[in-house]
């Protein structure tokens, strides 16, 4: 990241280079890159300084991005939607896929956007800020948590799926099709002939009655 003005260190010198930063946007198949850029055209970066109560110099230095100005909304995309959705297909079927929906976490969802240790009352309040955030990340991982265990039923089921498709493949492709034809010829002819005989068989009382008379 590159600061829009040198800032000042300790040792005198100045410098315009800040760091690195990742940001992960789960964005939906139909999003656009017009749209997606178009919003992240309008997220703005904020860094807080703790700082020493008494003297109000920093004593310890946190930075994190925070976005405040937000305007509109990328419709159907979960970018900036509360409750994301996920249908994973689980199958060859139509119908067959698992559904996950979650929270979207971030620092304004935890209620900590605003989170700083500049003065002692506001560190007092950050100790339960936090602690609430906690408690809805450990919600939110015992979801993901049995979210986990029914996709790992899932996958087992398709590999046992695949395990059976690949080996009745390779029964097929090792097949004698001239010897398989013929036996099936054999079993057809079998079948006629018993068949017949049958046939021939519940005829023969008709036959001998029609002699005596």
Do not use: C, W
Not at 119 to 143: D, G, P, Y
Request: net charge negative; glycine share 4%.
């Amino acid at each position: 990241m590159i600061a829009d003005s040198p800032y000042k260190l300790n040792d005198g010198s100045y410098h315009t280079h800040i760091g690195s930063m990742t940001m992960l946007i789960r964005v939906s198949p139909d999003d656009t890159i017009e749209k997606i850029k178009d919003k992240l055209s309008k997220i703005r970066g904020l860094d807080i300084d703790a700082g020493n109560q008494s003297t109000n110099t920093p004593s310890h230095t946190y930075y994190y991005a925070t976005v405040y100005e937000q305007d509109g909304v990328i419709i159907d995309s979960p970018v900036y939607q509360s409750i994301i959705e996920l249908n994973i297909q689980n199958g060859a079927n139509e119908n067959q896929a698992i559904k996950l929906i979650y929270k979207s976490l971030n620092l304004h969802s935890l209620g900590i956007s605003s989170t700083n240790s500049l003065t002692k009352e506001a560190s007092e309040s950050a100790i339960s800020q936090i602690a609430n955030a906690l408690s809805i990340v450990s919600e939110q991982r015992s979801i993901f948590g049995a979210y986990q265990n029914r996709l790992e039923h899932a996958r087992y089921n398709v590999d046992n799926m695949s395990e059976n498709t690949q080996s009745a493949e390779s029964k097929i492709r090792d097949t004698d099709m001239v010897k398989e034809i013929v036996e099936y010829s054999k079993q057809q002819i079998l079948q006629q002939t018993l068949h017949s005989l049958f046939s021939q068989a519940n005829q023969m009382p008709e036959r001998v009655l029609a002699l005596l008379k």
